[in-house]
């Protein structure tokens, strides 16, 4: 649906076009950082393309690609042509601690999600007017959704109360919670561990990954034996 | 008056004579008159709505009327996720209120975080202020809300402040399958 706007961008910028990928019909090209505000410049303004609608900016986090001298940040632009009815998604790649241009001089709409990315992975934005947290408090120290931030950690705005019967969660049961977000990073980026989920990474003999895992197996196995000690449930009476 | 009779005074009194304990008296009226404060903040709210509505009518117990002032309400509803960045909000709520004063924590999110392990949720309102009653669900019916309401009150007629949870009942599939096949 939008292969033209591909070979658009192709015969405009070249060897500059780094890569492109069809997923489906959804096409996405790569760009370097350096070309990322004049691609989206293009595309907004080239009549062909017409990309008057910013549909959203994110990014990707691939801790791992840092270990292999890859810039770890994938920063995805979506955008939509109200005119000509088609889509593209633009990657290009961003280093840790590396600054990249802002697009509010292109599309107004993109000053939140500039501050969400911001938030959330830490990237930030030259030229920006306000360039604060969108959704966590000034207070939050690190940036949550990167993969190294640690999953069972909380900032609380103030103090929590310490009284018995409160502190049943967390840290969350075996069962609770998100298991399957509880990855051990070191142990993945390390290629020791390459399990997500826990039900799954049981079934083809994984260890489980998080962290206290001997504590989680002996927890596992209190459970299943309370299980297995349960009568069978009483008949229907007749 | 029935109740009044039970709760306040004893069976082996003669009829028409009042014998009690003030504080039963002020428990008494206390528990049908409770003013509402609504913190509502996810999904939850929507069946806390239907719990207000002609359906199930929360008038029935004398605690149909929302006040949207903590300083002028009895009982706070947490309803709903509680972020970290709301936390100070309600505690500020909380504090407000006059007393005596009453919190019940609706559905899993409030009690415990719910499926919410993660850096933006406070896991269970009791981390930041005291709770009289849990209701378990997600959301919880709004038979629930009732049941939570009923026993608080009957909490406060006793006055017994330590925490409890709303028991799940028995619902209908069940009594269905316990009934003979004949009458099914």
Redesign the interface.
Known sequence: MSAKVVSKLKSQFGDRILDTTNFRGDETVTVALKDWVEVATFLKEDDACDMSMFVDLTAVDWPERETEGEPRFDLMLFLRSYTKKHRIAVRTKVKDQEKAPTLTSIWAGATWPEREVWDMFGIFFKGHRDMRRIL??EEFEGH?LRKD?P????????E??D?E??R???P?GIE???PF?RVNWEERLAGRDQQVSPSIGAQVGQQRTLSDSRVAAAELAEVQAAVDAEPPPEA??? | MGDLRQAVIGPDVEHGVFTSKFESLLAWARKYSLFQYPFATACCGIELMATAGPHYDIARFGAEAPRFSPRQSDVLWVVGTIS??Q??AL?RIYEQMAEPKWVISFGTCAS??G?Y????????I?????VDVYIPGCPPRPEAALDALMLLMEKIQNNDRS?SVVKPREVVHQLR??A?KERR
């Open positions: 966590l408090y949550p931030y999953i069972d950690k909380a900032q609380p705005l103030i929590y109360r009284v019967g409160t049943k969660l967390p969350f609770e919670g998100q977000a229907p009476q007749e | 970290q960045r936390g100070p505690k415990c975080g499926f392990d993660n850096y933006t949720t406070i896991p269970g009791d981390k930041i202020i005291p925490p399958a316990k003979p």
